[in-house]
Every structure is written in structure tokens, then in C-alpha cells.
T-cell receptor, first 111, second 117 residues
Framework: QKEVEQDPGPLSVPEGAIVSLNCTYS??????FMWYRQYSRKGPELLMY????GNKEDGRFTAQVDKSSKYISLFIRDSQPSDSATYLC???????????FGDGTTLTVKP | GAVVSQHPSWVICKSGTSVKIECRSL??????MFWYRQFPKQSLMLMAT?????????EQGVEKDKFLINHASLTLSTLTVTSAHPEDSSFYIC?????????????FGPGTRLTVL
């Protein structure tokens, strides 16, 4: 069983929709939780990070972490065609140097 | 945010040749760099962790004699794919960890697309 499971997608939504992207994990040592966006043929770029449980909002993006359920989410409000990309969740334990990534969810926002 | 560059961005080579990919942190010193490969429509697969001045730590199943990693300075790590074969064709991405980041943030390079004929 993988340490991090991500909803596989692909996901296709109309412009303006609210998008929910989700990951679950099994390692209770994970403390930092990140969401990366990766456009085709590009390297991932960090979108959001959160430490421990709670919500964090940045513009149209909200990251949510529920450590009790070992579940994290990324919400995108008022989705735009430019949001079309693959979204990767990632997690780091307190003392680990490497991130554990989900397999990614490909999102297409149709105009 | 910090910038990580990779060179070349794409390379085509003949089977049996070696290819070197460079990863540079442009505005910070990276004590740790990571090398990933990514096949189409798949996630990142960590190949190795590279610490400046020491030998790289390879993930299980990654041939260290085939994928040579050198992290000679705090701003440069190189990955050499030796005796490349078509099955080595992939997207190779490096990332560098900024030690000034409070949560071990990794900054990714733009990737190098390798095609082995």
C-alpha cells in the first residue's frame, strides 16, 4: 500500500466551478503538507503548504488538512482554464529530507 | 521563490551513449538536491537524494552505476545517465532544498526530457 493515495482523476469541470482535489495518507509522522501544480512538460511549482491540521487560504486556493482522518484537500474556487494542470500532493515528516508525492490528478477546466 | 535551473531542457542521444544533466540552484545554496524521473501521465519517482560533498543515496531499484550523481558544490548537482537505452527515455526533474526554509521546501527545476534512440 502506498503511503500517499491521491484521487486519480482525470477531472474535467466547466469554468467557474469549484474543484476539490484530495489525498489520503497512512504515515502519521507527516507534518508538512504541500500541493504542487505541474503544467505539461514542466517541473512542479509549489502552490500551497500547510503545517499540521487546519485550513489555509491563498486567493482562489484553500488547502485543508485533517490529521485525525489523515486526509488533505485542495479547493479551487472560480476555476479558470489556466488552472488546467496536474496537481500533486506531497508530504514531509518532521525529520525526513524527502517528500512523498501522490500520483497526481489531472484537471481540465473548460471555457 | 528560489530558482532552480536544469540544462539541457531536452536531449536526444543514441543508444549506448552517456548523457549528463545539470541542476543548479541560482539564488540559494542547496545542501540537498533530489533527482526524479517521470514517465508520461505518471507521478514523480524519486531516484536519489544528493548531499553536497557526499555520496548520493539511491532509492531501491535505482542502479547507482547507471545513474551517476555528483553534487560537487552547493549550487550544482549533475546526473549522468551512462550507456543510455531507449527504456531510459523519460522526463528527469531535479529539486533543491532551501535550508533557509522552515519546512524543507523543495524548489523544482523545469525538467529535462531525454529521448534515447
Amino acid at each position: 500500500q502506498k503511503e500517499v493515495e491521491q484521487d486519480p482523476g482525470p477531472l474535467s469541470v466547466p469554468e467557474g466551478a469549484i474543484v476539490s482535489l484530495n489525498c489520503t495518507y497512512s504515515n502519521s509522522a507527516f507534518q508538512y503538507f504541500m500541493w504542487y501544480r505541474q503544467y505539461s512538460r514542466k517541473g512542479p511549482e509549489l502552490l500551497m503548504y500547510t503545517y499540521s491540521s487546519g485550513n489555509k487560504e491563498d486567493g482562489r486556493f484553500t488547502a485543508q488538512v485533517d490529521k485525525s482522518s489523515k486526509y488533505i484537500s485542495l479547493f479551487i474556487r472560480d476555476s479558470q482554464p489556466s488552472d488546467s494542470a496536474t496537481y500533486l500532493c506531497a508530504m514531509i515528516g518532521t525529520n525526513a529530507g524527502k517528500s512523498t508525492f501522490g500520483d497526481g490528478t489531472t484537471l481540465t477546466v473548460k471555457p | 521563490g528560489a530558482v532552480v535551473s536544469q540544462h539541457p531542457s531536452w536531449v536526444i542521444c543514441k543508444s549506448g551513449t552517456s548523457v549528463k544533466i545539470e541542476c543548479r540552484s541560482l539564488d540559494f545554496q542547496a545542501t540537498t538536491m533530489f533527482w526524479y524521473r517521470q514517465f508520461p501521465k505518471q507521478s514523480l519517482m524519486l531516484m536519489a537524494t544528493s548531499n553536497e560533498g557526499s555520496k548520493a543515496t539511491y532509492e531501491q531499484g535505482v542502479e547507482k552505476d547507471k545513474f551517476l550523481i555528483n553534487h560537487a558544490s552547493l549550487t550544482l548537482s549533475t546526473l549522468t545517465v551512462t550507456s543510455a537505452h531507449p527504456e531510459d527515455s523519460s522526463f528527469y526533474i531535479c529539486s533543491a532544498r532551501d535550508p533557509a526554509s522552515s519546512y524543507n521546501e523543495q524548489f523544482f527545476g523545469p525538467g529535462t526530457r531525454l529521448t534515447v534512440l
